[in-house]
């Protein structure tokens, strides 16, 4: 089931004109610094995102409603923009958006309940090869059996900071799994309110170059479309409006990942960054990562094809420094996330 996810904080208030508040309408503006929240602007979509602490409310100009933690719709007038580029609502509207902040606060802050780790391919698949002959003696890695490995240290160092949270891992032995068997499995997942997850899945990399080397991680492209909501699960009236909804949590998710991403990628270049490459944050729509319904990301932890760094790749130490520095990506990611405010 689709929960909310935490929102990205961005105070953008100077597209938003302040403007003299008529007799009718309210600068949404002036609504927004009274209850002390931040915003969250999409100047193509038109679309605001104010959040305080855990407290969200969604507005749109031309739609006529409200959406708070997105989850509860609130119908109003719908917001529009002035000539002078403010954006108003009407005194009623007003009224709405100040109690939807004053009433019902939520006492528990969200948290990460659930972490789904996927060792990439596995069983008859092994992922890419790099087979090298280094001082007279044969290399041969398979990414099957790297992955698997760095997946175990990362889930045994998450066990041991957060015993309390659902950590799971897609394979934990030499076996197959489709991919949408994959995604599947994270996507069954039952959360509850104040709930969410992240699902992240670890590769090897490879290239015809044997000079190309590094680690990067993945998100999907914000401009990629994907099914979230399923509407046997909204009630009649969200139905009415499960495109918009559906947008909402997909641009939340996209921000999420990315947010997500980053973090392991800062964490792997504070661990292997002397020796290794960071080839940076990517953009592309892979299976698990698209069809994942949460946060997600895939990590690429270095080139099998490279003799250098698949000599690195066959080192523990050097296995239990990439795990480290996704493990420190993730808690900061998950303790940022779950912050007091």
Do not use: C
Request: aromatic share 8%; no cysteine; glycine share 6%.
């Amino acid at each position: 089931m689709v929960r909310p996810v935490k929102v990205l904080i961005l105070t953008f208030l100077g597209l938003l004109l302040i403007s003299d508040a008529s007799f009718a309408e309210t600068n949404i503006t002036s609504l927004i610094q009274r209850v002390g929240g931040e915003l969250l602007w999409d100047p193509v979509l038109e679309r605001g995102i104010v959040n305080r602490g855990r407290r969200s409310v969604t507005f749109q100009v031309g739609i006529p409603f409200f959406l708070k933690d997105f989850s509860e719709v609130t119908d109003i007038e719908a917001p529009r923009r002035r000539e002078d580029g403010s954006v108003v609502v009407s005194d009623e509207a007003a009224k709405s958006f100040i109690s939807l902040f004053a009433l019902d606060q939520p006492q528990d802050s969200f948290l990460i309940s659930t972490i789904i780790i996927d060792p990439g391919h596995g069983g008859k698949d092994p992922g890419t090869i790099g087979t090298h002959s280094i001082d007279g003696k044969r290399l041969s890695l398979e990414e099957k059996h790297l992955v698997l490995q760095i997946s175990q240290m990362v889930v045994d160092q998450l066990k041991e900071t957060f015993p309390d949270k659902n950590i799971i891992m897609t394979r934990r032995d030499d076996r197959y799994l489709a991919l949408e068997e994959r995604t599947a499995l994270a996507n069954a997942v039952e959360l509850g309110e104040q709930e969410a997850m992240i699902f992240m899945s670890i590769h090897a990399n490879a290239s015809l170059n044997r000079k190309a080397s590094g680690f990067e991680v993945w998100y999907l492209p914000p401009e990629y479309r994907r099914e979230i909501l399923n509407p046997e699960e909204l009630d009649q009236e969200q139905k009415t409006i499960a495109p918009i909804l559906n947008s909402i949590l997909e641009e939340e998710f996209t921000v999420e990942s990315i947010l997500l991403a980053k973090e392991i990628l800062d964490g792997m270049e504070s661990s292997i960054g002397t020796v290794s490459g960071n080839r940076g944050l990517k953009e592309e729509s892979w299976f698990v990562v698209r069809n994942a319904k949460m946060p997600s990301v895939l990590v690429e932890i270095g080139f099998v094809t490279n003799p250098e760094e698949a000599q690195l790749l066959n080192e523990q130490t050097h296995l239990k420094k990439i795990s480290s520095g996704i493990y420190n990506g993730l808690v900061a990611y998950i303790r940022n996330f779950e912050k007091s405010d």
